[in-house]
């Protein structure tokens, strides 16, 4: 009898204490395992007399139970506890850290190239393209330039080194001549790309990058020309007036033609569209002249329309104060770094061309 109470006294509290599963797998066998202690009084069992099995042979059952319930109990907190412990110690990161979008920058020239995509696909233009190194027809030729004509000179071209006359092309109005002989009338379309003239200074470099745009239709005229500009620079620089100027110029492939300027500012070498302060020359645009449209095989006589031509880099430098063009084209990641954009951040007219005018660099 006694042997089981101070079994009972000894073992309960001793099990409740044990801090390892180890620990508690050793208490287990000193009591219940083969030569535990209770399975020796298990065995003495036999050796006693009827009554005296019964009584302590239910008595050491209750306490056997008892053990194998604290037991139990411990075993399943102390399991609990381990699971707790390795998921405190062995928690996996499952976030991806946001590294590739914040690092990369889009090029300004990419994103001022995109918001102007933005702004004139809104207006129903589609998107054309050409080739950079372009034949003499397209170039010149189609364009009205004759081939003894002062304009030719005035382009400073880049001729290809095998003598089969192509070029790098000087302006993207070849992409008109393109366009007009490939596509159906009406035509609606703007094209950028990149252009070549051999010029270097802080305003040229002998890449750079025009956007083309033409409109041929039977009554397209001068006011929609002028209405289409004004409301390409109102989207482009955000504001809701730009004061514009078009000036009487010359173009071989225009008439008439005019050179466009836009109001502004320079305070402290900042750029702002403004009134009455002075005029910066933007583009060049006109009339499409009749015998570009007969060296595309339109007919002048039931077919007329305008084009109009500018340097998406001005437009970069102007829009996000870019004071040399040359930086542009450097390829230095630090410049890239601070002017650059957020990939994330795409251009669109519905919810506004540079997020409210400030976008995030
Ligand atoms: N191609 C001209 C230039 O490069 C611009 C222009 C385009 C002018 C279309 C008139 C019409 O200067």
Redo the contacts with the bound molecule.
């Keep these: 009898m006694s042997d089981l109470t101070t079994i009972r006294e000894e073992v309960l509290p001793s099990l409740t204490k044990a801090a390892t599963l180890a620990e508690l797998e050793e208490l287990r066998v000193a009591v219940l395992g083969k030569k535990g202690r209770l399975t020796e009084l298990m065995k003495s069992l036999g050796a006693m007399s009827p009554e005296e099995r019964k009584s302590f042979g239910q008595e050491l059952n209750v306490l056997k139970e008892e053990i194998t319930a604290a037991f139990t109990e411990r075993k399943s907190f102390l399991e609990a506890e381990a699971i707790n412990e390795r998921l405190k110690n062995e928690t996996i990161d499952v976030t991806l850290p946001p590294r590739p979008f914040v690092q990369g920058r889009i090029h300004p020239v990419s994103q001022v190239t995109e918001e102007l995509l933005a702004i004139f696909s809104q207006m129903g233009f589609k998107l054309a393209e050409g080739p950079d190194i372009e034949d003499d027809w397209h170039n010149f030729e189609a364009l009205n330039f004759p081939k003894s004509h002062p304009a030719r000179q005035m382009q400073a071209t880049f001729f290809m080194k095998d003598g089969g006359g192509d070029i790098l092309r000087?302006?993207?109005?070849p992409v008109?001549v393109r366009t007009m002989e490939s596509q159906d009338l009406p035509i609606r379309i703007v094209a950028p790309g990149r252009?070549y003239r051999c010029d270097y200074d802080m305003t040229h470099t002998p890449m750079f990058h025009?956007i083309?745009?033409l409109v041929i239709d039977k009554s397209t005229n001068m006011g929609h020309l002028k209405g289409c500009l004004i409301d390409v620079f109102k989207a482009f620089f955000e504001v809701d007036d730009v004061p514009v100027r078009f000036r009487p110029s010359f173009?071989p492939?225009?008439e008439p033609?005019a050179e466009m300027d836009i109001g502004c500012s320079r305070e402290n070498g900042e750029f702002k569209i403004a009134k009455g302060k002075g005029w910066m020359e933007v583009?060049?645009?006109?009339m499409v002249h009749p015998n570009v449209l007969k060296a595309s095989g339109i007919n002048p006589d039931e077919y007329q329309g305008f084009?109009?031509?500018?340097g998406i880099d001005r437009m970069a430098m102007l829009k996000y104060g870019i004071p040399d063009l040359r930086t542009f084209f450097e390829g230095d990641i630090r410049r890239l770094k601070h002017y650059g954009f957020i990939p994330l951040d795409i251009p669109a007219m519905n919810i506004g061309l540079s997020l409210n005018g400030g976008i995030k660099r």
């Design positions: 000087t302006h993207t109005s008109q252009t025009q083309e745009g173009f492939f225009t033609s583009l060049g645009c006109g084009a109009f031509g500018f």
